[in-house]
């Protein structure tokens, strides 16, 4: 019997195969939700197949590995298939063993052939037989936490060096974990209160965030279903990714430049702080993010208050006058190491190389707004990354060259225990939530 692209485990191998070929996750996830008819205890099922295979990549494939006699040949939406039952023995307890085989079997039938149907049925049933092998076989430690934790060695080798050893392990214990549903009310359209009223009367499991204003944790079923979601009430945004706005401090008339834009959660939240005197100008370098900006600001009905251009932030001497703007945010292009929890396959995408390139980029990017900035102005700089390289590292550098850029305390806006010489930093496990770092600076 075939099996109908409304089944959970069917959808995940196919959405796991468009990743491999580099779909993100949660866009590739979103699309599937959004075009099937699959209840919410389905969508529950997919989502974690796929999050959790992702996450465990290295490790389903140090376990696999073993029982394949040409791991090479075997086809990438084999592997996925494989990865994805493993998974769900290995991490999904009360998913019966039986319907794990029977439906992996299946799939590969229709997907491929008899050959792929023998094939994954001989390598789960041996696999259950003889057990997976030991991480203890690894005798180098720096290799056996990346197998563990399925992240590149690289990674754990940076995280060691910066954070320490008791530290690296709670991160990689937290970015394994299913992240959480946040998402950020417009206050333009809604207050929290009632935003909340209407999301419990939705079905939906409302808590409030521990550090964003305007955050609220949802869970229950996806957001995207609510029509608090279609209609612009609320939108999708993670507690740490609200907190560089809220560090700008914006009045309502303010001149605003989002310098790094796409796809525009924080330019639509500062939208929202701003009134008919206030504008922000939203920058990205390539137009088809624009109209992504565009989207989310007219979903939200903000247009009024953003003004959106294709530029590369570091020409903004081509746009823009000297000293224009009372509020300057470089959410700066970065690894993305702190969204390995949320889009776990950006862990495996990038070497240290690309970090000590992006590190030019964000300073020239610093660089070049920072003349936009008024006098007595705050320039606001975040990543998403946990990487010293990319963050305070960064900053020292820019205030060595611009000694007119003095580093606010934070402290004065956020009550967290994870602020540095005035900065804030932010790392998975603190919050279970994205990793960030803010710094806060002022034109003086």
Not at 145 to 157: A, D, F, G, H, N
Not at 407 to 420: G, V
Request: one cysteine or more; aromatic letters at 6%.
């Amino acid at each position: 019997m075939m099996i109908t692209n409304n089944n959970p485990r069917l959808m995940a191998v196919k959405t796991l195969s468009r990743v491999h070929d580099g779909a993100y996750s949660n866009l590739q996830l979103n699309w599937v939700i959004n075009n099937s008819k699959m209840d919410h205890r389905d969508i529950a099922l997919m989502t974690n197949i796929v999050y959790g295979v992702i996450q465990h990549r290295l490790t389903l494939n140090y376990e696999i590995v073993p029982f394949l006699k040409q791991p090479e040949k075997v086809k990438p939406w084999l592997m996925e298939l494989l990865y994805s039952a493993l998974y769900q023995m290995e991490y999904l307890t009360r998913v019966p063993k039986r319907a794990i085989f029977n439906e992996s079997i299946k799939i590969a039938k229709q997907l491929g052939n008899d050959g792929s149907r023998k094939l994954v049925t001989g390598i789960l049933h041996q696999m259950d037989r003889s057990g997976l092998p030991s991480f203890e076989r690894i005798k180098d430690g720096k290799k056996k936490l990346s197998i563990q934790y399925s992240v590149p060695s690289w990674i754990i080798e940076q995280l060691l060096d910066q954070v320490g050893k008791n530290k690296t392990i709670s991160i990689l214990k937290s970015i394994n974990q299913p992240s959480k549903q946040a998402i950020r009310v417009n206050q333009h359209l809604i207050s929290i209160k009632d935003a909340i009223q209407q999301l419990k009367a939705q079905n939906y499991h409302v808590q409030s965030s521990q550090i964003a204003q305007a955050g609220l944790i949802l869970s229950g079923k996806p957001v995207t279903l609510s029509s608090l979601f279609k209609t612009g009430a609320i939108t999708i945004q993670d507690e740490s990714a609200m907190l560089p706005v809220e560090a700008l401090d914006i009045k309502g008339d303010s001149q605003v430049l989002d310098a790094c834009a796409a796809p525009g959660g924080k330019t639509t939240q500062i939208a929202e702080k701003l009134n008919q005197g206030g504008i922000v100008r939203a920058l990205d370098l390539h137009r088809s993010k624009i109209k992504k900006i565009d989207q989310n600001v007219k979903r939200m009905h903000l247009e009024k208050r953003v003004n959106s251009m294709d530029l590369d932030a570091k020409k903004v001497d081509q746009k823009f006058s000297d000293e224009q703007f009372d509020r300057i945010l470089v959410d700066a292009p970065c690894s993305g190491l702190g969204l390995m929890q949320r889009k776990p396959e950006v862990r495996y995408g990038k070497k240290i190389d690309d970090v000590l390139r992006l590190v030019k980029t964000q300073s020239e990017i610093l660089n070049a707004v920072a003349r936009k900035l008024k006098h007595g102005g705050i320039m606001v700089y975040s990543t998403c990354t946990i990487l010293n390289q990319e963050n305070q590292n960064v900053i020292v550098q820019f205030v060595e060259n611009h000694p007119e850029f003095k580093i606010e305390d934070l402290s004065k806006q956020f009550k967290f225990d994870h602020q540095i010489n005035g900065y804030l930093k932010i790392f998975p496990d603190d919050y279970d939530s994205d990793g960030f770092f803010i710094c806060k600076l002022r034109r003086e």
